[in-house]
C-alpha cells in the first residue's frame, strides 16, 4: 500500500498511547478522520475494535494499521516510532466481515447491530437460560439449558470464544463458532462449527422469567426474545499488517498453547 495515502491518527486513552501519539504527531503529518484514507490506530485489540466499529457506521472502506500499545495486541502490530511510510508502504491487507445481529426485545423493540469478533446472549439473573437455536430455519436444538451461547467470526475465536473452549478458527476458513457458554443441559455439547452462509437464530424460551441480554461486541441489547446473526457481507473492513505479522500463523499457533 501507497505511504502517500492521506492518513488519521487514533489513540487510546491510556498514558502510553497518549505519549505514542504525541511522538508520532511530531515525526508525520496527520488528517481528520472524515479525509484519511488510512487510520494508524494505538492501543490494544479492544480499543482497535471501538475504532473499527466507527469506521463501520462512518467510513467502512478506510483501512487501519493498528499498533499495540495494550496488553495483548493480538490483532495489533508492533509499536515502533520509524520507519512509519515504509511499514505502511509494505503493509498486507486482511479483510475482515463483520456479524450483524437483529434483536427483537420482549417488549417487541427491533435492533440491528455489528459485531467484528463475536455475538453472544448472556443470562441476567441467577437462572440459567433457556434458548431454541436454530440454523438456516432448521430447529437443531429444541432446547440449551446454559449461562449464554455465542457465534465468533474467524478473527473472534480467539477471543471471548476460545476462553470459553470454543474452537479456533484459520482466517480465510469461511466458518463460524457457535459455541455454548456454561451449558447445563445438554451437558456434553460443546458447540458447532459452521459455513459462514449460515443463517443463526436464537429463542430466548420463558424469556420473561429467564431474561437473556445479547451483546454485539461491546455494545448490548436486554431482555430480547429472538436474535438473529448472520455474516454482513456489504461491509468488508480491511486491517492492515505488517509482513512479518503473519496473523493467520498466530491463530493457528494458538492451538498449541496449553
Known amino acids: ?23 508520532l504527531r ?20 479492544g480499543f482497535l475494535l471501538q475504532v473499527l466499529h466507527q469506521l463501520l457506521e462512518r467510513r467502512p472502506n478506510v483501512p487501519v494499521f493498528g499498533m499495540n500499545l495494550g496488553t495483548v495486541g493480538f490483532l495489533m502490530n508492533e509499536w515502533r516510532l520509524g520507519g512509519l511510510d515504509e511499514r505502511l508502504a ?12 437483529l434483536t427483537e426485545t420482549i417488549s417487541g423493540e427491533v435492533r440491528r447491530l455489528p459485531a467484528i469478533n463475536e455475538v453472544s446472549l448472556l443470562r441476567e439473573t441467577r437462572q440459567a437460560a433457556k434458548i431454541e437455536v436454530s440454523v438456516n430455519d432448521r430447529v437443531v436444538m429444541p432446547e440449551l439449558v446454559c449461562d449464554g451461547i455465542l457465534a465468533a467470526t474467524p478473527a473472534g475465536s480467539t477471543a471471548y470464544n476460545l476462553s470459553a473452549n470454543g474452537p ?35 429463542r430466548v424460551l420463558e424469556a420473561e422469567k429467564r431474561p437473556v441480554s445479547a451483546v454485539a461486541d461491546q455494545r448490548e ?10 455474516i454482513d457481507r456489504m461491509r468488508d473492513l480491511t486491517l492492515m499488517f505488517d509482513p512479518e505479522h503473519a496473523l493467520d500463523d498466530r491463530i493457528t499457533m494458538e492451538q498449541f498453547i496449553a
Open 26 to 45: 511530531e515525526h508525520y503529518e496527520w488528517v481528520s478522520l472524515h479525509e484519511a484514507e488510512l487510520v494508524v490506530a494505538l492501543g490494544g485489540d
Open 90 to 101: 509494505r503493509a498486507k491487507p486482511f479483510k475482515v466481515s463483520p456479524l450483524e445481529m
Open 221 to 230: 441489547v436486554r431482555d430480547v426474545a429472538r436474535v438473529q446473526v448472520e
Open 168 to 202: 479456533i478458527l484459520p482466517l480465510g476458513s469461511a466458518m463460524l463458532a457457535l459455541t455454548p457458554i456454561s451449558p447445563f443441559r445438554p451437558r456434553r455439547w460443546r458447540g458447532a462449527i459452521l459455513p459462514d452462509r449460515a443463517r443463526i437464530s436464537l
Open 1 to 23: 500500500m501507497s505511504a502517500t495515502l492521506r492518513r488519521a491518527l487514533l489513540a487510546s486513552p491510556t498514558p502510553a498511547a497518549q505519549e505514542a501519539e504525541r511522538e
